[in-house]
């Protein structure tokens, strides 16, 4: 256990794998996306951020209902794949530790930051930063992973931030950040946020074709993902 994610950009090891992977695969195709594509609402004619963009394939479905779609990964195989995928979108390299600098201010009508939230150190930082880019009119739309579900998994207290190490499944080695849901909306608050909608979604019934236990579980233990809508907060003052 360290006290920090760091700056490695832990997907590039196995991002091919999980490019082959994510397309058509429970938790991708038929939970997170569904749920974040449903809180974005009507993309067409809006210009997206797609932050920690992976291989596409949130970018391809934007793109596909008429956004306008820059996205950025800190990993560069990951950006390859994105473009490769998504040819008429503008990717590029970056690490959100740093700063969007290649961004206008209220230039982006949404800002898509998916499963990502929990492999940054400074999680405040970058969401002022998404806070900048967005129109006054705009939303962030983000997804993470259920902190009751991470608590009931790894033990300890609910309320302690922490930085674990897990090897998934598919023999992927990942470190992120365990929190409570209380400081995932303190982080928005400071930095700007007012939350909209807080969102437990259920996998798509077609999920459970794929897995029917995994299927039936998710339907009744918060032990999967949460997504939010968080607006700009105008209010001033």
């Not at 390859?80 to 690490?95: I, S, T, Y």
Request: with cysteine; charged share 30%.
């Amino acid at each position: 256990m360290t006290d920090a994610v760091g700056r490695e950009p832990q997907y590039e090891l196995f991002a091919d794998d999980f490019a082959d992977h994510a397309g058509d695969s429970f938790h991708n195709a038929w939970y997170d996306r569904p749920a974040c594509l449903r809180l974005l609402g009507d993309v067409a004619g809006k210009a997206v951020l797609d932050a920690a963009c992976g291989p596409g394939f949130y970018a391809e479905e934007l793109v596909r209902r008429g956004a306008t779609v820059n996205g950025c990964d800190q990993s560069a195989r990951m950006v390859e794949l994105a473009r490769a995928r998504v040819p008429g979108a503008d990717f590029r390299v970056h690490d959100l530790a740093e700063p969007l600098r290649w961004l206008a201010d209220d230039s982006m009508d949404l800002v898509l930051f998916a499963l990502a939230v929990e492999y940054l150190d400074d999680r405040v930082a970058a969401l002022r930063e998404f806070r900048r880019v967005l129109r006054p009119s705009g939303a962030l739309v983000l997804s993470r992973m259920h902190p009751t579900g991470d608590w009931l998994r790894h033990g300890g207290s609910y309320f302690a931030d922490r930085v674990v190490e897990e090897v998934w499944s598919r023999g992927w080695r990942v470190r992120y950040w365990l929190s409570p849901l209380e400081r995932t909306c303190e982080e928005l608050h400071e930095a700007g946020f007012l939350i909209e909608r807080l969102r437990e979604p259920r996998p798509e019934p077609a999920a459970a074709e794929l897995d029917r236990e995994r299927y039936e579980r998710l339907q009744r233990e918060p032990t999967g993902f949460l997504a939010i809508r968080a607006i700009p907060d105008r209010r001033g003052g």
